[in-house]
Structures are given as structure tokens and as C-alpha cells.
């Protein structure tokens, strides 16, 4: 099995700054593409941004330019830099990633979620 463990969520003023990190652990034979998603009450998830293996990133419109997508593929670690946050990027957010475990086979693998909450 394979396991991801977010932290770095909490409670930020608006204009500030937090850092999500998430580790995967487990069966894992090599990790594809990683990312992170988000889902605010009432709405559904969507992506907030992605990053292939080799470093190629998707970053949604809505934060494009204040948060930034990374990852180390040693340590089998994604981050995520959330700068100028805002109210609305108050929701929970989740990690995900595409492994391809030792026994064979691409799975798709979710973390239990971070809340990340933006006050005015």
C-alpha cells in the first residue's frame, strides 16, 4: 500500500504565507506525476496545481503567481508555496499522486487532507 501524509496546514491572515509538504511512503516503484488539489465547502475539488516527474508544471489561473508547485523525487516529497493568500483559497486541501507500486501497475493515491484557512 501506499501512503500520503500532508502537513503545513493552519490558520493564516490574508497577505500571508504557508507551505504545504506531503510524503509518500509505502510499495512505491517510482512516483509520476504529483499535485495538489483543494475543495472549499460547498464545491467541488479542483486542481491547484501539478508537477510531472521530470519538473513540468500546471498551476490554476486563480493562483498562478502567488503559489508554487514542488517536488523532490528522492525524498518522495511535493510542496507547495502559498504566498499572498487570500480568503478564498480557504478549503481543505489534499495531495495526490500517480505510483507505480512494486507489485505492478499505475494507482492513483489521495492524502487525508490539510485545511488551510485565510481570514480577512
Known amino acids: 500500500q501506499v501512503q500520503l501524509v500532508e502537513s503545513g496546514g493552519g490558520l493564516v491572515q490574508a497577505g500571508g504565507s504557508l507551505k504545504l509538504s506531503c510524503v509518500a511512503s509505502?510499495?512505491?516503484?517510482?512516483?509520476?506525476?504529483m499535485g495538489w488539489y483543494r475543495q472549499a465547502p460547498g464545491k467541488q475539488r479542483e486542481l491547484v496545481a501539478e508537477?510531472?516527474?521530470?519538473?513540468?508544471?500546471n498551476t490554476a489561473d486563480s493562483v498562478k503567481g502567488r503559489f508554487t508547485i514542488s517536488r523532490d523525487n528522492d525524498k518522495k516529497t511535493v510542496s507547495l508555496q502559498m504566498n499572498s493568500l487570500k480568503p478564498e483559497d480557504t478549503a481543505v486541501y489534499y495531495c495526490n499522486a500517480w505510483v507505480y507500486i512494486i507489485m505492478g501497475g499505475t494507482h492513483n493515491y489521495w492524502g487525508q487532507g490539510t485545511q488551510v484557512t485565510v481570514s480577512s
Open positions: 509505502g510499495s512505491i516503484s517510482s512516483i509520476n506525476t
Open positions: 508537477i510531472t516527474r521530470g519538473g513540468s508544471t
